[in-house]
Nanobody, 118 residues
Framework: VQLVESGGGLVQAGDSLRLSCAGSGRTFNNYAVGWFLQAPGKEREFVARITWSGGVTYYVDSVKGRFTISRDYAKNTMYLQMNSLKPEDTAVYYC????????????WGQGTQVTVSS
């Protein structure tokens, strides 16, 4: 499985962005997928994830109510809709995929930069 993120950019506080993660391979839709971020000088952190069925989603507390994770099975693509962006959301955002719900993420994208100015 190969993952390619897109949709990052420079926005102002309060703006919105939608990140996309396109997965290659016909098995992508069988994977649980998630979003992570890495801010400068910090370790990579979990943001959100969605099960292979799309029925269950999880979010880190700091983005609840602002970010929404979703997936389009027809397009083999996962999304992260980010609203009410804050400067502290500035980071490189990565998508990841795993086949086992309780396993480690096996596949990672190259990342897309999100910068939120105050």
């Amino acid at each position: 499985v190969q993952l390619v993120e897109s949709g990052g950019g420079l926005v102002q506080a309060g703006d919105s962005l939608r990140l996309s993660c396109a997965g290659s391979g016909r098995t992508f839709n069988n994977y649980a997928v998630g979003w992570f971020l890495q801010a400068p000088g910090k370790e990579r952190e979990f943001v959100a994830r969605i099960t292979w069925s799309g029925g269950v989603t999880y979010y880190v507390d700091s983005v609840k109510g602002r970010f929404t994770i979703s997936r389009d099975y027809a397009k083999n693509t996962m999304y992260l809709q980010m609203n009410s962006l804050k400067p502290e959301d500035t980071a490189v955002y990565y998508c990841a995929a795993k086949i086992l719900p309780n396993g480690e993420y096996e596949y990672w994208g190259q990342g897309t930069q999100v910068t939120v100015s105050s």
